[in-house]
């Protein structure tokens, strides 16, 4: 019998040689009892340490994976070394301002900062009744998320984006005006960048700069030139620091992380590796499971100040949004954002589809008290119109548009307005919540008031035939 | 007692360990693994090897650590104090979880699902001397405020009752009764215990009639439910499988409700502990967490206990049920659970069927649905367990495997429709693609207990819709003004219909739920309408005219203003529209 801490005595012991090494994996033979996803280092013949993780153990091999890649390692040369505990992470507050690679190791020049804690990268399951609701209303300046699909603390929000479309440009624009009503508070970002190029990393960095707020930003690159292993560790290393940050130092951290689908076609690498039985698209069958361990990592906590709030950005291959990645997101996440090339073809941004988008933590975050009372119905009227637009449009396409009737005329004009005005905006247009509400009634004008069946009498009184005041 | 060592680890893969050097361990033996004991269970047994599924992440297990067996399947404490409670798929009480481990859930953590401290009332039903059977009534505990706990003979015991305490507070532990069966003396307390995988045995199956009235106007009005029936819920994500299954475990009229959270969301079990205590029941005027029981398995809990779950939660409800009472159970989301069964099938390397399932999928889901029924109970009451289980389709495509099977066994069927939900129109219940193999069975019930002309209006206002479809493919091509008024009055009906009796907003106080009477009163209100639109219609008035009469704005609003308590409002609205066409037919006619 051999428990943890006989184990962790074995920590030392050092075995020479791999029985087989394929793509980032690598097998060791006559070992020690070696745990199921402990720590491993691998040292190469130049003495280099890589670091890996247990994925597989057995009375007789041990399949290791090895986060910096296997280039230049040899069956012979290569030495490995069990730790006897899982992979961790130093965590502190002196983090912030810093840039690390994938596992958490400066890459900007300085020292390693002083941890205060060493959590397990993987964290463990939020109890459900530890969880607070999360309620409290996140302005984010931009008419299209505070109207109609409503950020609120502590919920994960994908973009769901395509390949030239500008999700950076979005979700930097959210970190730079994201503010809660009612004051400053203690704000983090934590920054997770997955097999992104270079020059997407320089412009976050940059525009954390010019808001002067890069002293509040962690940044883990793990590029595209860095082996594509290193991905799947990238995410949990930052949702390390981000717990670490809102639940022992009480900040409101936002964790943004770009792009998934990078990250899930290392994932997919891997099975594919090990011959597991894939499931759709050759991703594994656990690839919702894995995702929902990263996106479950975010909310709130009772008795806790801080919170997570994540925005992870995916693109669709092929812009299909049936495709694995995007549709498990969407079954994890609490809504999604999801831009439309044809929109941005015609110039709007932000170029966010209107029906397909959806805010799950809306309902409970908006109204009185909260954004403004005619918020919750307004925003299901545009909605209800909106798509009753793209009905028209469709007619349109068939019988022509001088067929249609001018009610349905009514509704292609207010279909303008809603997508040039209200959805389109600057990429330094800070709305408050009220311009955007009260431009959503200056949509709805353009229609007649018969037609509003979502909206009360009252609602109609103040802000259709009125002026906005009660 | 964990002191039993059946065999050691030979290798670890996620869940799943193969053993080595078993001895004498049972097939569904309840296990523990390590010197953290983490809790597992025997799925296979070959030659002087085993392979077990870890409810808890394996991180450190090692080949070589002990495995210790218990003797006994994985099973459940059955008795007072499950009401009001969450566990996770093995039944640990999260709430004790939290209390010993924080905010995390830590591994190899155990509490006691039955609080043992607390100290029940317990009334006798029966004295010493009688014989009693399998199921039979032994005395009564107020568990809620409004649930009764019926303390019955476990369903193997059988005998002469030698001795049964007076009435007084007892912990669930504490000998209450004494039972002299064929095979020796058995000592009965508040608390029995159950294993998961095992159905629990009733006297017999009865037919279902009788509807599972749910508040939701397109269930109860056009593809009703009955108690003790199973409807899939299938829908892409967002289009409102948990809001759905959420309304109904608010205002339906079962007596217990269990939510069994199956891989998916930490926020919506969260949203259900902060909400559900706030509500109030429509029916009984107490907390609706008094009759509710959640099981909470999110996503990011170990998917071994996301598979057991479901047993869990229906093994909690059958319990229920056998105390005479009507239960639903919701299980969100049932494809979570077979891509648990898909990953521990893969992890032991089975060999797979569809898109990766194992070939045994659809005896899982047949089994699953199969706990549902109208019962006669051991000791002769009726009860029922209701299953309404949530499927979601990769892509939302509805011919994947899970739907696919799911559909062979369930007799209802509510498929929510991306369309729908993206135009905001909730709940998205298609009513083209849906059905309800109830609906006969139900209808009676309609008949008598709300109003006869129930199944008339409601086959009426299916057949609109079905011509609604073909005169919209028309509009397609040729746009609205190309039809008649007559035709074109169908789709303005059809509309209304959706607008006013359809959608229904789960967040507007007077709309989330709508009794049967206002229900059949709606669509009375609408089908008048239709009728008295068409004659106008016929007789020479016009379309536009008609919409122009001002009941109308009131018929689209009527479901936010008349209040279930407020019927005669309808009459008033009735009486106005008809007034209003009567005046057209005057003028136009
Ligand atoms: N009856 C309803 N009334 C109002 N809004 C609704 C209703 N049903 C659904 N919605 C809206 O749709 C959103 C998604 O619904 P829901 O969470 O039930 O989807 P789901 O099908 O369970 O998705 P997933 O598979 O991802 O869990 C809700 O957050 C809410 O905004
Ligand atoms: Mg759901």
Redesign the interface.
């Known amino acids: 019998m051999l428990d943890e801490a006989r184990r962790k005595l074995m920590s030392g012991r050092e075995y020479v040689g791999a029985s087989k090494i394929d793509g980032p994996l690598v097998f060791v033979r006559k070992t020690h009892p070696v745990g199921y996803r402990e720590l491993v280092e691998c040292v190469d013949s130049d003495g280099k340490v890589r670091l890996g993780m247990v994925l597989d153990t057995s009375d007789e091999v041990v399949v290791v994976q090895v986060f910096e890649g296997t280039n230049g390692l040899t069956m012979p040369g290569t030495r490995t070394r069990f730790r006897g505990k899982p992979l961790t992470v130093g965590v502190s507050d002196k983090m912030l301002g810093r840039v690390f690679d994938g596992l958490g190791r400066p890459i900007d020049g300085g020292p390693s900062p002083l941890a205060d804690a060493e959590p397990d990268i993987n964290g463990r399951p939020i109890n459900p009744t530890a969880r607070e609701y999360p309620r409290d209303f996140i302005q984010t300046g931009i008419s299209v998320i505070d109207g109609m699909n409503t950020l609120i603390r502590g919920q994960k929000l994908p973009i769901f984006s395509g390949n030239g479309l500008p999700h950076n440009e979005l979700a930097a624009q959210i970190a730079r005006q994201a503010k809660l009503r009612g004051g400053a508070t203690d704000f983090a970002v934590v920054f997770a960048a997955m097999g992104v190029k270079h020059d997407v990393a320089r412009f976050f960095t940059k525009s954390f700069e010019e808001t002067g707020t890069l002293d509040n930003v962690a940044l883990f690159l793990s590029l595209a030139d860095a082996p594509s292993i290193e991905r799947i560790i990238t995410p949990r290393t930052a949702l390390t620091l981000a717990e670490h940050l809102a639940y022992d130092r009480g900040l409101h951290v936002l964790v943004v992380m770009t792009d998934m689908s990078n990250y899930c076609e290392s994932l997919r690498e891997i099975s594919t590796l090990r011959g597991e039985i894939p499931s759709r698209k050759g991703y594994p069958g656990y690839l919702y499971s894995d995702l929902a361990e990263l996106y479950e990592r975010s909310g709130m906590i009772k008795g806790v100040k801080g919170s997570i709030t994540q925005l992870p950005i995916l693109t669709m291959p092929n812009d299909d949004i049936s495709h694995p990645i995007p549709d498990l997101s969407g079954y994890i996440t609490e809504g999604q954002i999801v831009f439309e090339r044809e929109m941005s073809g015609r110039g709007i941004y932000p170029p966010v589809a209107g029906l397909p988008s959806l805010s799950r933590l809306m309902k409970d975050g908006i109204g009185e008290g909260m954004t403004r009372d005619d918020h919750p119905h307004l925003a299901s009227q545009l909605f209800a119109a909106y798509s009753y637009v793209k009905d028209v449009r469709n007619l349109a396409s068939v019988i022509g548009e001088e067929e249609l009737t001018p009610l349905d005329h009514q509704y292609l004009e207010f279909g303008e307005f809603f997508e040039r005005r209200f959805v389109n905006q600057r990429k330094d247009e800070d709305r408050t919540i009220e311009q955007t509400l009260d431009l959503g009634w200056e949509a709805l004008q353009l229609l007649p008031a018969e037609e509003l069946h979502r909206v009360t009498e009252e609602e109609l009184n103040v802000h259709y035939h009125g002026d906005g005041q009660p | 007692m964990n002191e039993r060592i059946i065999g050691q680890v030979?290798?670890?893969?996620?869940p799943v360990i193969?053993a080595?050097g078993i001895t004498d361990a049972r097939m569904l033996e309840l296990v523990s693994v390590?010197?953290?004991r983490l809790t597992g269970e025997v799925i296979k047994l070959s030659g002087s090897g085993a392979v077990i599924q870890v409810y808890e992440?394996?991180?450190?297990?090692?080949?070589?650590?002990?495995i210790y067996g218990t003797g006994l399947p994985l099973s459940l404490e059955l008795g007072p104090g499950l009401l009001g409670t969450?566990y996770d798929g093995i039944q640990r009480p999260?709430?004790q979880?939290?209390e010993l481990?924080?905010?995390?859930?830590?591994?190899g953590v155990s509490a006691e699902a039955l609080d043992r401290k607390k100290a029940w009332g317990f009334v006798p039903a029966l004295a010493a001397g009688v014989d009693v059977a399998a199921g039979a009534v032994i005395g009564t505990v107020q568990e809620t405020s409004r649930i009764e706990h019926r303390i019955c003979v476990p369903p193997d015991v059988s005998g002469r009752l030698v001795s049964i305490s007076p009435a007084g507070e007892y912990r669930v532990d504490e000998t209450i009764a004494v039972v002299e069966t064929s095979g020796g003396k058995r000592e009965l307390s508040l608390m029995q215990r159950w294993p998961i995988r095992t159905p629990r045995p009733v006297a017999q199956r009865k037919p279902l009639n009788i509807p599972l009235i749910t508040g939701q106007r397109v269930i109860d009005t056009l593809f009703p439910l009955a108690k003790g029936g199973t409807v899939a819920i299938p829908g892409?994500?967002?289009t409102g499988k948990t809001m759905t299954q959420h309304a109904i475990a608010k205002w339906c009229d079962a007596d217990i409700i269990v939510y069994i959270?199956c891989?998916e969301?930490?926020?919506e079990?969260?949203?259900v502990?902060?909400e559900f205590p706030k509500l109030v029941d429509p029916r009984t005027g107490k907390s609706l967490m008094e009759r509710t029981i959640l099981i909470?398995n999110?996503?990011?809990?170990p998917?071994s206990a996301r598979e057991a779950s479901i047993y869990t939660g229906v093994t909690l409800a059958e319990y229920y049920r056998d105390q005479g009472y009507h239960v639903a159970v919701m299980a969100d989301s049932t494809s979570?659970w077979a891509?648990a069964l898909?990953?521990l099938s893969?992890r032991m390397e089975e060999m797979?069927a569809e898109?990766?399932f194992p070939a045994y999928l659809p005896t899982r889901i047949a089994e699953f649905y199969e706990r549902a029924g109208y019962v006669e109970t051991l000791s002769g009451a009726d009860g029922s367990v209701t299953i309404i289980g949530a499927v979601?389709p990769?892509?939302?495509?509805f011919s994947e495997p899970v739907t696919q099977h799911t559909k062979r066994f369930v007799r209802c069927f509510w498929g929510l429709d991306r369309q729908l939900a993206?135009?905001?129109h909730y709940p998205a219940i298609s009513w083209l693609d849906s059905y309800s193999e109830y609906l006969d069975d139900v209808t009676p019930w309609w008949d008598e207990r709300v109003g006869p002309e129930w199944a008339t209006e409601r086959k009426d206002m299916m057949e609109l819709l079905q011509k609604e479809v073909r005169l919209l493919q028309v509009?397609?091509?040729?746009?609205?003004?190309a039809l008649p008024d007559s035709q074109r009055f169908v789709i303005e009906v059809c509309t209304m219909f959706k607008?006013a009796f359809l959608q229904q907003s789960a967040?507007d106080d007077i709309d989330r739920y709508s009794t049967v009477e206002k229900q059949l009163r709606m669509l009375s209100i609408i089908m008048a309408y239709w009728r008295r639109g068409q004659a106008a219609i016929k007789r020479g008035v016009t379309l536009v005219k008609i919409r122009r009469v001002k009941a109308v704005?009131e018929i689209?609003?009527m479901k936010?203003t008349v209040p279930n308590e407020s019927p005669e409002e309808f009459d008033r609205i009735l009486a106005r529209m008809e007034r209003g066409i009567d005046q057209l037919e005057a003028i136009y006619a």
Do not use: C, H, W
């Open positions: 030979k290798r670890v893969s996620g193969e080595m390590g010197e953290s992440e394996t991180t450190g297990v090692a080949p070589y650590d002990n969450i999260l709430t979880l939290r481990s924080g905010r995390f859930i830590e591994r892409g994500f967002g959270g891989g969301r930490g926020n079990m969260t949203d502990l902060t909470a999110t996503s990011n809990m998917v979570r891509e898909r990953e893969g797979p898109e990766g979601s990769p892509g939302g495509d993206n135009a905001r509009v397609k091509l040729v746009g609205p003004d607008n967040f704005q689209v609003k936010f």
